[in-house]
C-alpha cells in the first residue's frame, strides 16, 4: 500500500517529535542539581559545635554523583549598607552541585548518606532550610 504525501508528513513530523523529546529527556539528565542547605545549630554560635558538624559532614562529599561539597559557616562581610535581605542568623551552611537530578536522589538513597545525616548531624540540628535548583 502506497503511503499519501499527507501520511508520510504525518510521519516525518512524529517521528521528529519523538525524537526531539527523547533529546530533550537526555538534556534534562545532563541538567547538574544544586543543593544549598542552611543550618541552625541547637547551640547557636558555638564555633567548637560549628566546626563538628562541618568536619562530621566532610565524607558526604565522596558519594557517587558529588560534584562539588563547600560547606562554611556565616562570612562576615563588611557591606557599606544594610539590608534586610541579608541572613546571618544560621551556624553552618553547605552547597554541594551534584551530576544530575537523578545523581541526587541516588545519594539521597545512598545508606552513608542516611547514616551520616540521621546518625551523626541532624542531632546537632535545631533546625535547617534547603534550596535545590538546577543549571
Keep these: 500500500m502506497r503511503m499519501s504525501w499527507r501520511s508520510r508528513l504525518a510521519v516525518v513530523i512524529l517521528a521528529g517529535l ?14 547538574r ?18 566546626q563538628q558538624y562541618i568536619a562530621e559532614s566532610k565524607p558526604l562529599s565522596q558519594l557517587p554523583g558529588v560534584l562539588a561539597y563547600d560547606v562554611g559557616t556565616p562570612a562576615a562581610v563588611k557591606r557599606s549598607h544594610a539590608s534586610s535581605a541579608l541572613d546571618q542568623s544560621y551556624d553552618v551552611a553547605i ?10 536522589e541516588a545519594f539521597l538513597k545512598n545508606p552513608e548518606y542516611g547514616r551520616i ?19
Excluded: N
Design 18 to 31: 519523538l525524537a526531539g523529546c527523547a533529546t530533550m529527556q537526555r538534556a534534562e539528565s545532563r541538567h
Design 33 to 50: 542539581l544544586h543543593h544549598l542547605v542552611v543550618i541552625w545549630l541547637k547551640q547557636p554560635g558555638d564555633e567548637k559545635l560549628r
Design 95 to 104: 552547597a554541594s552541585v551534584f551530576e544530575s537530578q537523578q545523581a541526587f
Design 117 to 135: 545525616a540521621k546518625d551523626v548531624l541532624r542531632p546537632l540540628v535545631d533546625r535547617y532550610t534547603v534550596y535545590d535548583f538546577i543549571d
